[in-house]
């Protein structure tokens, strides 16, 4: 299993980014798929959860109304579009899923909010 996240950079605040997450080495589209995010001196936080078929999404309170998670099975990549970006938004964001009770991590990849 592997994912690999890209789509990381710097933006101005209130501006946008797409992360992407490829997923392989497992059936992506059997599984749930999530995106984290982890900030200088706190606890990694769920950002957002997408179901196996992409028929139901969770969003974290602090990112509804800017945030959107999606897939595409075909390709097997999950995307987190950003909008309305914040400084609070800053971190570094980790692609998860769990197959057969195992978690898997991305390496990260960093968002930096900043004027």
């Known amino acids: 299993v592997q994912l690999v996240e890209s789509g990381g950079g710097l933006v101005q605040p209130g501006g946008s980014l797409r992360l992407s997450c490829a997923a392989s080495?497992?059936?992506?589209?059997?599984?749930?798929m999530s995106w984290y995010r982890q900030a200088p001196g706190k606890e990694r936080e769920l950002v957002a959860l997408?179901?196996?078929?992409?028929?139901?999404?969770n969003l974290a309170d602090s990112v509804k109304g800017r945030f959107t998670i999606s897939r595409d099975n075909a390709k097997n990549t999950v995307y987190l579009q950003m909008s309305s970006l914040k400084p609070e938004d800053t971190a570094v964001y980790y692609c998860?899923?769990?197959?057969?009770?195992?978690?898997?991590w991305g390496q990260g990849t960093q968002v930096t909010v900043s004027s």
């Open positions: 997408i179901t196996s078929a992409g028929s139901s999404t």
């Open positions: 080495g497992f059936t992506a589209s059997r599984y749930d």
């Open positions: 998860y899923t769990k197959v057969w009770l195992l978690k898997y």
